[in-house]
């Protein structure tokens, strides 16, 4: 090595953080220190990454690659993070069940309206403000503020995904007489994956040393993606009778490799074995900050105090009403366009293949879309991914409208697939954008008050249309079953029901117009005026404000 770049890589090492003056940003940065501002001071002593040795291999990039890993293997909050992504990943199992698979699994009996009528399920993890207090304020001290909710949470969980191992696989057989029961069966367990959902955005403040905070954002991504995943399409492709005799049956069966509750039932295991080891190895710390002062320790009425503080903040009240219709133009495709393509011919086994190639896209861009939102426009990606999803989700009704008669074909797929795969890659950097922007907002002397406010509003924003606008696609919808003279008039079969009795009939349903397009037309249309006149000024001049400016006083939340 000469001389030149030995003290090029001396200078590298030797470089501190460097710290804002004014303290005003929270600093959610990927892969270096600098710039960060010491917010926090957590009860955790991380070792400065750029001290690490690492002996040179193989190339230049290759030796890139090696010093990354062992900064990352070598942190001492290497375990804190995985234990971070498992936390997040037992959230993605039912909320891949809840807001994947089940809707999938019923679509095939049953109406757009009847399946708004189950994602009612996914509500509470919109609406978990209203008792985040009771999780912030009641625990045991010995045990741990987090792992006082975690802890038992999970235990529940596992007993329920247990319960229904060995039951819910007959109630699904017969959705339309067990509607009621299914949804609210998954009601109760997405109410307590977002009630642990509170605990762990709160620890996950806490856990992490500021030097590796930044990781959080991806720790959420990674692990509710992974969960997602299995939970929805990994568990799809086993579940389809097609794919399993395909590509694992030596002889045809009628079922498919793996069914529901034995897919349940593993995850309960999994839900314990994760449970004890909270219980048995780790240690909850306590934290503070550099004045000596510990996480925000309220009683129920004074945290919702502090949250309407909160919301009575000026710009905190513009960014709600971004939170609550930035997602509003993208509802339709998110929600009904799967649904669609499936109606019209594609297999489960084609788009889970789909979601499998796109899967890892996701995770690419989940790590890269935090690095992107630092800076002075912490929110520009996420503006530009804005209007990609707009464009992808004008192009899905392309995809469902042009959809080949006799088939899907080959070419057809892939066209499907890049429409996916830009959705999903535009989805991906909105939501780490945009955690990473609230945690970076976020006042750490009331972490998880904080985060869980942001959060919900976040995700209410994705929540509150999709009943109206699954509802709104049945109600939209005209078509006329044109039956034989002698069975009778024609009638309106524009509901999946009236459709299911004119094949019955012998008849043929003429649909006239689908309310698909037409919801769908209209709330991209919306979304776009939005954007231009409200979201995308508004969101330019907030992401410009310092820190300082999100704070609630200490005055105030007394």
């Not at 529901?260 to 900050?289: C, Q």
């Not at 790590?367 to 999803?389: D, H």
């Not at 349903?509 to 508004?538: E, K, M, Q």
Request: aromatic residues 14%.
């Amino acid at each position: 090595m000469t001389d030149s770049a030995e003290k090029t890589r001396r200078r590298g090492r030797d470089r501190s953080p460097s710290l804002s003056d004014d303290g005003s940003d929270v600093g959610i940065t990927i892969g270096t220190p600098n710039g960060r501002s010491p917010t926090r001071k957590h009860a955790f002593d991380i070792e400065d990454p750029a001290t690490y040795e690492v002996k040179p291999m193989l190339s230049s990039s290759g030796v890139g690659l090696i010093q990354k890993w062992n900064t990352f293997y070598e942190n001492k909050d290497f375990g804190n993070i995985l234990l971070l992504i498992a936390l997040y990943w037992l959230q993605g199992i039912p909320l891949g069940l809840a807001h994947g698979s089940i809707p999938f699994l019923l679509k095939e009996k049953l109406s757009f309206a009847q399946v708004g009528l189950f994602s009612l399920a996914g509500y509470p993890y919109s609406l978990k403000l209203f008792w985040s207090p009771f999780v912030d304020s009641w625990y045991d001290r010995k045990f741990g503020r987090r792992k006082s909710w975690i802890v038992p949470i999970q235990l529940v969980v596992a007993v329920m995904f247990w319960w229904m191992g060995s039951h819910i696989d007959s109630l699904v057989r017969n959705p339309a007489e067990n509607i009621y029961e299914i949804m609210y069966l998954f009601l109760a367990i997405v109410f307590l994956s977002a009630t642990q959902d509170i605990a762990v955005d709160g620890w996950a403040l806490t856990l992490l040393s500021k030097e590796n905070l930044s990781y959080a954002s991806t720790c959420q991504t990674v692990g509710i993606n992974c969960g997602f995943f299995l939970s929805f399409t990994v568990f799809l492709a086993l579940n389809s009778t097609e794919f399993s005799n395909k590509y694992i049956f030596s002889s045809p069966r009628e079922e498919g490799f793996l069914q529901l509750g034995p897919y349940m039932a593993f995850w309960a295991m999994m839900y314990v074995v994760v449970t004890l080891y909270l219980i048995l190895w780790k240690v909850e710390e306590p934290s503070t900050n550099e004045n000596g002062e510990g996480e925000a320790d309220y009683g129920i009425v004074e945290t919702y105090k502090t949250i309407w503080q909160i919301c009575k903040l000026p710009h905190m009240r513009q960014f709600i009403v971004v939170l609550f219709f930035a997602k509003l133009g993208f509802i339709p495709n998110d929600s009904t366009t799967q649904l669609k393509l499936i109606e019209r011919g594609l297999h489960r086994e084609d788009m889970a293949l789909a979601v499998l190639i796109d899967f890892p896209i996701q995770i690419f861009f989940g790590y890269y879309a935090a690095r992107w939102s630092r800076g002075s426009s912490k929110m520009k990606p996420w503006r530009i991914a804005f209007i990609l999803r707009l464009f992808c989700s004008a192009l899905s009704m392309a995809t469902v409208h042009f959809f080949p008669e006799d088939g899907l074909t080959t070419l057809y797929f892939y066209v499907i697939l890049l429409t996916k795969v830009a959705g999903s890659m535009a989805s991906t950097v909105q939501f780490v954008g945009m955690s990473a922007f609230i945690t970076q907002i976020a006042d750490p002397i009331i972490g998880g008050t904080y985060m869980t406010l942001l959060n919900t509003l976040s995700n209410f924003g994705g929540t509150w249309p999709v009943f109206f606008i699954m509802r709104a696609v049945d109600y939209f919808s005209s078509a006329t079953c044109i039956v034989p003279a002698e069975l009778g008039k024609s009638y309106s079969c524009a509901t999946f029901d009236d459709r299911k009795q004119c094949t019955k009939d012998g008849g043929t349903c003429n649909v006239h117009w689908d309310g698909y397009y037409i919801v769908s037309t209209a709330c991209v249309l919306i979304a776009l005026s939005l954007f231009i006149t409200f979201i995308r000024p508004t969101v330019h001049n907030l992401e410009r404000l310092p820190a300082h400016v999100w704070r609630v006083t200490k005055e105030s939340r007394h």
